[in-house]
């Protein structure tokens, strides 16, 4: 199985502030893979597929970027409302495997 | 606008079965795959199953392989997830997502609690 590696587990932000999350994989998966928000108590909200693609209604201050098995999500001036956790997948190979989240708290 | 609403959710004993349902709507449901995923209490998220859009392709994650099973009804655009031999492990909360790219629309999602 591919295993998926982010970092950080958390971090601390403040509004305005830029934000980068890693995801590693264990094994190459070329671009397939995809970025997830979610608040708490919430479904999961799906941002980034294609490593760099933005879902529709997604805002532009979310981007990603990688390729094989280093992948990167950027929010560039982080809102009020990312503050959630955020989750990377790969869905090159079953099983699709999950990162095991980083959680973006208030400074 | 794609709905999904997921149903069938509950507490069972340990070695109990239960039936998840999945009701799609704004979609061609026939058209597309689906995935169920899930998420135990507090912790993260978890594939749990893949099924093709005419139904017999499908995929499990190991830990669920043997107990439950994926189908779908087209003409009823509904998703199931048959869930035999349930375990502790098993609570979480279950969600479907439309498999495309590779899940860009989920479900709220329905609790499911193996306790005895």
């Known amino acids: 199985d591919i295993q998926m590696t982010q970092s950080p587990s958390s971090l601390s932000a403040s509004v305005g502030d830029r934000v980068t999350i890693t995801c590693r994989a264990s094994q190459g998966i070329s671009n397939y893979l995809a970025w997830f928000q979610q608040r708490p108590g919430k479904a999961p909200k799906s941002l980034i597929y294609g490593a760099s693609s933005l879902q529709s209604g997604v805002p532009s201050r979310f981007s990603g970027s990688g390729s094989g098995t280093d992948f990167t999500l950027t929010i560039s001036s982080l809102q009020p409302e990312d503050f959630a956790t955020y989750y990377c997948?790969?869905?090159?190979?079953?099983?699709?495997?999950f990162g095991g989240g980083t959680k973006v708290g208030i400074k | 606008e794609v709905l999904l609403l997921e149903s069938g959710g509950g507490l069972v004993l340990p070695g109990g079965s239960l039936r998840l349902s999945c009701a799609a709507s704004?979609?061609?449901?026939?058209?597309?795959?689906m995935n169920w995923v899930r998420q135990a209490p507090g912790k993260g998220l978890e594939w749990v199953s893949s099924?093709?859009?005419?139904?017999?392709?499908?995929y499990y994650a190991d830990s669920v392989k043997g107990r439950f099973t994926a189908s779908r009804d087209n003409s009823k655009n509904t998703l199931y997830l048959q869930m035999n031999s349930l375990r502790a492990e098993d609570t979480a909360t279950y969600y479907c997502?439309?498999?495309?790219?590779?899940?860009?629309?989920w479900g709220q999602g329905t609790l499911v609690t193996v306790s005895s």
């Open positions: 704004g979609f061609t449901f026939s058209s597309y795959p």
């Open positions: 997948q790969q869905y090159d190979t079953y099983p699709l495997t």
């Open positions: 099924i093709g859009s005419g139904g017999t392709t499908t």
């Open positions: 997502a439309r498999a495309v790219r590779p899940s860009d629309y």
